[in-house]
């Protein structure tokens, strides 16, 4: 297999909502939900870096595609990483996204290994980590 990621979806329980948040609060561009012809299509979907795409899909749609009991979320079972360039970037990203509704697990502040993080969940409990880390390069 090669390991590569074209889609990251996150299930979520208000689609307006979260679309709201991560267009209208982070500003990041989508043509909206799209599929609401389908019983369990609707989505919305939003470009990232490297040709990435993040889908948001409510997580009932997700259970009914996927015969999976729908139950409550885990925040801790999944973090997204958002790497910026900056310890500065780091605090700016957060101000935006806690502007935005996003609540703040945990202040930026330097990390144990060299770099400077902070946390946030987005409206629908999705942990997000925005980070400067000066040896990212060296990782990959």
């Known amino acids: 297999m ?3 990621l074209t889609v990251l979806t996150l299930g979520v329980d208000d689609l307006e909502r979260a679309v709201a948040f991560y267009r209208d609060g982070l500003g990041w561009a989508t043509k909206g939900i799209v599929g609401q012809e389908f019983e369990w299509g609707a989505a ?3 470009n990232l870096a490297g040709g990435l795409k993040l889908a948001l ?4 749609s997700m259970a ?3 015969g999976l009991q729908w139950g409550p979320p885990d925040p801790t079972a999944l973090a997204l990483g958002h790497n910026v360039a900056s310890t500065a970037a780091v605090d700016e990203v957060l101000r935006q996204a806690a502007a935005a509704g996003a609540q703040i697990c945990k202040s930026a502040g330097p990390t144990f290994w060299g770099g400077y993080a902070g946390w946030f969940q987005d409206p629908d409990g999705h942990l997000w980590e925005v980070v400067y880390n000066p040896h990212l390069a060296a990782l990959g």
């Open 64 to 66: 009914a595609e996927t």
């Open 44 to 46: 919305a979907f939003f």
């Open 57 to 60: 899909w409510p997580r009932r």
């Open 2 to 4: 090669n390991p590569h």
